[in-house]
C-alpha cells in the first residue's frame, strides 16, 4: 500500500519516524559541533534551530499517539497526518537551507527522501486535505471535545468551561477594556470551585487532581479570558512546587492549605529591573538580622514584572543571601514576604518591622486583570521560618524556583492553547455569519484553509501539553517544549482569526483584539523564547 492510499494515522506515524531518524541525526551532530552543549553560544543559530525541531517533531509524535488511540475519531488522524507533514517538510527544509551548518550527509537526511516520504508529505499537505478540516471545523464551531481518555479529567472540563462561560464571561471585556483587577467576587467563586488546590496533594487541603486535570482547566479558563481566570492559578502552582519540593514539614501543612483555599493569594518576585532571564545574576539582597527575639533576613532591593502583587497576601521573593556575587544562582535563597492586598495600580506596604515595599503597575496593551508591578524593597524584614527549606535552604532557591517554573511553563502551554481555541471558535463564529461579495465568509477556498490550518496547529499544541503535564516528573524538558510551542501557536492563531475579522478583529469592542494582544505576552513570561531555545531546550538535547 502506498502513502496515498493508506490510513491517515499510519502514514503520519511512518512519516514521523523518518523525521525523528533525520532530526536526531541532526542532533547527535550538533552535540559535536557543540561539544555536547558547551559552546551553545557561538552556534546560537544552529541550536534555536535544533532546539524548534526537536520540539515540533516530540509535538508530532504525540499527536500521532493520542490520534492511534482514538483511532474511532477521524478527524485526529487528519490532525496527526497534516501536522506530521508540516514537521517533515520543515524540518527538510531547514537542513537543506542550512546544510553547512548542520554539517550532515546526504544518508542522514535520506529518511525523508524516499518516494513514500515525499508522498505522504504531499497527501498531508495537500490542499483540499488542510480544507476539509477547516469546513469540518466550521460545521461544529470549532469546539474542542478531544477524548481525554480520563474520566476525572472530563469531568473537569465540564465544570471549568461551565465556570468560564457563566462566571467569567460577563466580566472578561469589560476588565480588559478597563484594565480593572480581577473582582473579589470572581476570586471567591474560583476558590470556592477548588482551582486553587488542584494540583496540591489532599494531604495539604488540595483536591489532588494532579497536574493535567490543572492544565485543563487552565485551558477552559484561558478560552475567557487569559488574565482575569486563566492565569489565576500560575504562581500558586509555582509557589506550591517549590514547597513541595524542598519546602520544611510545617512550612508545607501551612501555607499550602491556605494556598489551596484561596485564603492566601501569591505572586512571584523574582525578575529585576537590569535582569530578566539570567537569574543568576539576581542584585536583591538578604541578609541576616534580628528583629525583637527573631530571627530572620532584611531584604533590600527591586523586582520588575511581579504580577498580581499589589492584590497578592504573600509573595514568593528570590533574593541573593550569598553575598559573593560570584556565586551566581548558588547563592540565592527563597521566601515567602507576607503583605497585605491592595486594588489599584500603586501601593505601599510599610511594615510594624520597619521595613517598606512599595509598587507601581507597569501599563501593558493586555493581559490585564491582574497588573504587573515594579517593586521597591527598603530594609524588608522576613522571619528566618519563611525561608523556603529553612537552614537547609539557603542557597537552594534557585533549584526550587527552577523547579516551580518549570510548572509554570506547562501551565503556560495550557494557556497558549486556550487563548488560540477561543480565537479559533470566534473565527467559526465570525465566518458564517459575515457575507462578502454576496457569498459567506466560510464558503471560500482561503478561508477553510486557513481555520483547517489553525485547527491542526492547536491540536499538536494541546496534545504536547497534554503528554507534558502526564509526564510531568518524569520528563523535565518537555514543559519548555509544550510552552515554546504553544505560545507560538497562540500568536499565529490569534492573528489569523484576527484578519478573518477584516476591520472588525482590529475594534476594541471585538474580544478577537484582545486575543492577538494577550498573546503577545505568552512568549515572554515564564521563560522568553530565545532562553528556552538556547538554555533549556538547547542544553537539555545537546548536552544528553
Not at 509524535?61 to 487528519?78: C, I, K, N, T
Not at 504562581?235 to 494556598?259: F, S
Request: aromatic content about 6%; overall charge negative.
Amino acid at each position: 500500500m502506498t502513502a496515498t492510499e493508506a490510513n491517515p494515522i499510519t502514514t503520519a506515524r511512518a512519516l514521523t519516524q523518518a523525521t525523528r531518524a533525520v532530526v536526531d541525526a541532526a542532533v547527535k551532530q550538533g552535540a559535536v559541533t557543540t561539544k555536547n552543549g558547551a559552546t551553545i553560544d557561538d552556534h546560537q543559530v544552529l541550536t534555536e534551530r535544533l532546539a524548534y525541531l526537536a520540539t515540533q517533531i516530540r509535538a508530532a509524535e504525540d499527536l500521532v499517539a493520542y490520534a492511534e488511540r482514538v483511532p474511532a475519531d477521524e478527524m485526529q488522524g487528519s490532525f496527526a497526518l497534516a501536522y506530521a507533514a508540516e514537521v517533515a517538510h520543515a524540518t527538510r527544509s531547514q537542513i537543506e537551507a542550512g546544510w553547512d551548518d548542520f554539517g550532515l550527509g546526504a544518508a542522514d537526511i535520506a529518511p525523508l527522501e524516499t518516494a513514500e516520504a515525499r508522498a505522504a508529505i504531499r497527501r498531508g499537505l495537500s490542499e483540499e486535505a488542510i480544507r476539509a478540516i477547516g469546513r469540518q471545523m466550521i460545521s461544529t464551531g470549532g469546539v474542542n471535545n478531544c477524548e481525554l481518555e480520563d474520566e476525572a479529567a472530563t469531568l473537569t472540563r465540564t465544570l471549568a468551561r461551565d465556570f468560564a462561560k457563566g462566571v467569567v464571561a460577563p466580566v472578561a471585556q469589560e476588565i480588559h477594556r478597563k484594565d480593572l483587577l480581577v473582582p473579589d467576587s470572581l476570586l471567591k467563586a474560583f476558590s470556592e470551585q477548588g482551582f486553587f488546590g488542584s494540583s496540591i496533594p489532599e494531604e495539604y487541603g488540595g483536591t489532588g487532581m494532579g497536574d493535567l486535570p490543572m492544565i485543563i482547566i487552565t485551558e477552559e479558563l484561558s478560552a475567557v479570558s487569559l488574565a482575569a481566570a486563566g492565569s489565576l492559578s500560575t504562581r500558586p502552582e509555582i509557589l506550591t512546587k517549590a514547597l513541595l519540593a524542598g519546602g520544611t514539614d510545617e512550612q508545607r501543612r501551612y501555607w499550602l492549605p491556605r494556598i489551596a483555599a484561596g485564603e492566601e493569594l501569591v505572586a512571584i518576585a523574582v525578575t529585576e529591573p537590569n535582569v530578566g532571564s539570567d537569574v543568576a545574576g539576581l542584585q536583591t539582597k538578604a541578609e541576616p538580622a534580628e528583629h525583637n527575639g527573631v530571627r530572620g533576613w532584611r531584604i533590600n532591593g527591586a523586582k520588575a514584572w511581579s504580577t498580581f502583587s499589589g492584590r497578592a497576601t504573600i509573595l514568593a521573593l528570590l533574593a541573593r543571601t550569598d553575598p559573593d556575587p560570584a556565586s551566581g544562582s548558588r547563592g540565592l535563597s527563597l521566601f515567602i514576604v507576607p503583605k497585605p492586598p491592595y486594588d489599584g495600580h500603586a501601593w505601599q506596604f510599610e511594615q510594624p518591622e520597619g521595613g517598606v515595599i512599595s509598587g507601581t503597575a507597569n501599563p501593558t496593551p493586555g493581559y490585564r486583570g491582574m497588573h504587573s508591578f515594579t517593586l521597591a524593597i527598603d530594609n524588608l524584614f522576613v522571619p528566618h521560618t519563611n525561608l523556603v527549606g529553612g537552614d537547609t535552604g539557603i542557597n537552594k532557591g534557585f533549584y526550587l524556583q527552577m523547579g516551580g517554573f518549570a510548572a509554570g511553563r506547562l501551565q503556560t502551554g495550557g494557556r497558549a492553547i486556550g487563548l488560540a481555541q477561543a480565537a479559533l471558535e470566534k473565527a467559526c463564529q465570525y465566518v458564517v455569519q459575515r457575507s462578502q461579495f454576496g457569498v459567506p465568509l466560510s464558503e471560500y477556498q482561503l478561508t477553510q484553509y486557513k481555520i483547517g490550518l489553525m485547527a491542526v496547529h492547536i491540536a499538536a499544541a494541546r496534545q504536547a501539553t497534554y503528554a507534558s503535564a502526564r509526564a510531568f516528573d518524569t520528563r523535565a524538558v518537555e514543559p519548555s517544549m509544550a510552552k515554546l510551542l504553544s505560545c507560538d501557536i497562540a500568536g499565529e492563531v490569534t492573528r489569523e482569526a484576527q484578519q478573518l475579522h477584516g476591520g472588525w478583529g482590529y475594534s476594541e469592542e471585538d474580544p478577537i483584539s484582545r486575543y492577538v494582544v494577550d498573546a503577545l505576552v505568552l512568549p515572554i513570561f515564564e521563560g522568553v523564547k530565545p532562553i528556552l531555545e538556547l538554555k533549556v531546550i538547547g542544553r537539555s538535547i545537546l548536552g544528553g
